[in-house]
């Protein structure tokens, strides 16, 4: 075997061989790559660790306590529950439930309120809607022959127009002898007897119609304001005024409706329960539509320096009321209220004018007792009314 020896400090090297007796290098890891390499060796730590708890936990069972402590509560709470109810079903208890009253003894003093000086402006305010005036039926005043239609249906018309002729006939007087003479005939024009449009306007000529006899009927070009008026704001109205103020939304500017009237219901109406009707006339100036939504205003009077109460302390609200003055017993506790009548006068439906009956300072139950107490639900309550 031939001897082997290193080569000489100054003899070259292969490539081949300086590799394979150098010294094995690693490449540098970023500092970024070292802590995911070491979070994920953190992660693959703890699921051996979780899995190794589950296999130790496995091989020691179920334990005593979820075995047999566990099961044997539930029961008897289970059995306690079903005793109670079983006792609370069939065995109530025989001594009487006594309820306790933490506010027993204790004394309520029911609000009251003084009579005082004051002004009242008296507005009644009613919803409405526009229509028009009501069409004025044409009658004839003669029974015949149509003979002569002067206008046809739909057009305007002026008031007196004539509208159409009758031809009437009479029979002939007869004379000394007995003899009959020839039957005579008269026209009678039929006027118009407003101004407006013609509605249902037919006739023929040739038509026979009887007197009073209605052939259509004259539609205004006028409209109306109409509103229901309840009970109470009748009440409210001690005098009709002749003008009403009437609001239209995203319309013209407040306006003056004149010649107002209130209509009570009558027959069926009245038998149904229907409200009184207020109409008022719209100003020809003023441009409306029918159907148009509406605001009235009624101003029913007003009175200063009047004596004045809360309507919620009056049983009533109109010509006479009744009040109710708090009194004390011979021992000092609040006793049954007084009642007392007194004479109203105008009301704007949050205080009352008192005319007799009480004095300046007199004090009463500010809520007439067994009414509802419109301030005790603050959600609801008028902060007019209850000083909020």
């Given at each position: 075997?031939?001897?082997?020896?290193?080569?000489?400090?100054?003899?070259?090297?292969?490539?081949?061989?300086?590799?394979?007796?150098?010294?094995?290098?690693?490449?540098?890891?970023?500092?970024?790559?070292?802590?995911?390499?070491?979070?994920?060796?953190?992660?693959?730590?703890?699921?051996?660790?979780?899995?190794?708890?589950?296999?130790?936990?496995?091989?020691?069972?179920?334990?005593?306590?979820?075995?047999?402590?566990?099961?044997?509560?539930?029961?008897?709470?289970?059995?306690?529950?079903?005793?109670?109810?079983?006792?609370?079903?069939?065995?109530?208890?025989?001594?009487?439930?006594?309820?306790?009253?933490?506010?027993?003894?204790?004394?309520?003093?029911?609000?009251?309120?003084?009579?005082?000086?004051?002004?009242?402006?008296?507005?009644?305010?009613?919803?409405?809607?526009?229509?028009?005036?009501?069409?004025?039926?044409?009658?004839?005043?003669?029974?015949?022959?149509?003979?002569?239609?002067?206008?046809?249906?739909?057009?305007?018309?002026?008031?007196?127009?004539?509208?159409?002729?009758?031809?009437?006939?009479?029979?002939?007087?007869?004379?000394?002898?007995?003899?009959?003479?020839?039957?005579?005939?008269?026209?009678?024009?039929?006027?118009?007897?407003?101004?407006?449009?013609?509605?249902?306007?037919?006739?023929?000529?040739?038509?026979?119609?009887?007197?009073?006899?209605?052939?259509?009927?004259?539609?205004?070009?006028?409209?109306?304001?109409?509103?229901?008026?309840?009970?109470?704001?009748?009440?409210?109205?001690?005098?009709?005024?002749?003008?009403?103020?009437?609001?239209?939304?995203?319309?013209?500017?407040?306006?003056?409706?004149?010649?107002?009237?209130?209509?009570?219901?009558?027959?069926?109406?009245?038998?149904?329960?229907?409200?009184?009707?207020?109409?008022?006339?719209?100003?020809?100036?003023?441009?409306?539509?029918?159907?148009?939504?509406?605001?009235?205003?009624?101003?029913?009077?007003?009175?200063?320096?009047?004596?004045?109460?809360?309507?919620?302390?009056?049983?009533?609200?109109?010509?006479?009321?009744?009040?109710?003055?708090?009194?004390?017993?011979?021992?000092?506790?609040?006793?049954?209220?007084?009642?007392?009548?007194?004479?109203l006068g105008i009301s704007d439906g949050t205080s009352?004018?008192?005319?007799?009956?009480?004095?300046?300072?007199?004090?009463?139950?500010?809520?007439?007792?067994?009414?509802?107490?419109?301030?005790?639900?603050?959600?609801?309550?008028?902060?007019?009314?209850?000083?909020?």
């Amino acid at each position: 075997m031939a001897d082997q020896h290193p080569p000489a400090p100054d003899e070259p090297r292969d490539d081949a061989v300086e590799q394979a007796f150098a010294a094995p290098q690693h490449a540098d890891v970023s500092p970024r790559e070292a802590r995911r390499q070491a979070k994920r060796q953190q992660q693959l730590e703890a699921l051996e660790r979780k899995q190794l708890h589950r296999a130790e936990r496995a091989a020691r069972g179920p334990g005593a306590w979820r075995t047999w402590v566990l099961p044997m509560l539930k029961i008897a709470v289970a059995a306690v529950i079903a005793i109670a109810l079983v006792k609370l079903a069939f065995f109530p208890s025989e001594e009487a439930a006594v309820a306790e009253d933490p506010m027993a003894g204790a004394m309520f003093d029911e609000p009251v309120v003084a009579v005082e000086r004051g002004s009242i402006e008296n507005a009644v305010s009613v919803d409405g809607t526009v229509v028009p005036v009501e069409a004025v039926p044409i009658r004839s005043t003669q029974t015949g022959t149509v003979s002569r239609v002067y206008y046809d249906d739909g057009l305007e018309v002026a008031e007196g127009d004539v509208l159409f002729s009758v031809r009437v006939e009479s029979e002939p007087e007869p004379d000394a002898e007995g003899n009959l003479g020839e039957p005579s005939a008269a026209i009678w024009n039929m006027r118009a007897p407003a101004a407006g449009t013609l509605v249902g306007f037919d006739l023929l000529a040739g038509q026979m119609i009887d007197l009073g006899g209605e052939a259509g009927a004259v539609q205004p070009p006028r409209h109306l304001v109409r509103a229901s008026v309840g009970a109470a704001d009748q009440y409210r109205l001690t005098s009709l005024p002749e003008s009403a103020k009437v609001t239209i939304d995203s319309g013209p500017a407040p306006f003056e409706c004149t010649d107002v009237d209130i209509r009570q219901p009558t027959g069926e109406e009245a038998a149904g329960g229907a409200s009184a009707t207020l109409t008022c006339a719209v100003p020809a100036d003023v441009r409306v539509f029918v159907g148009l939504s509406t605001k009235v205003e009624l101003a029913a009077g007003s009175a200063a320096d009047v004596l004045v109460l809360p309507t919620t302390a009056v049983l009533g609200s109109a010509d006479a009321g009744i009040v109710y003055r708090p009194t004390l017993g011979s021992d000092g506790t609040p006793g049954e209220p007084e009642e007392v009548r007194i004479e109203l006068g105008i009301s704007d439906g949050t205080s009352v004018e008192v005319r007799s009956g009480l004095t300046e300072g007199d004090e009463v139950l500010q809520f007439v007792p067994g009414a509802v107490d419109p301030c005790a639900d603050p959600a609801t309550a008028d902060p007019a009314v209850c000083g909020f």
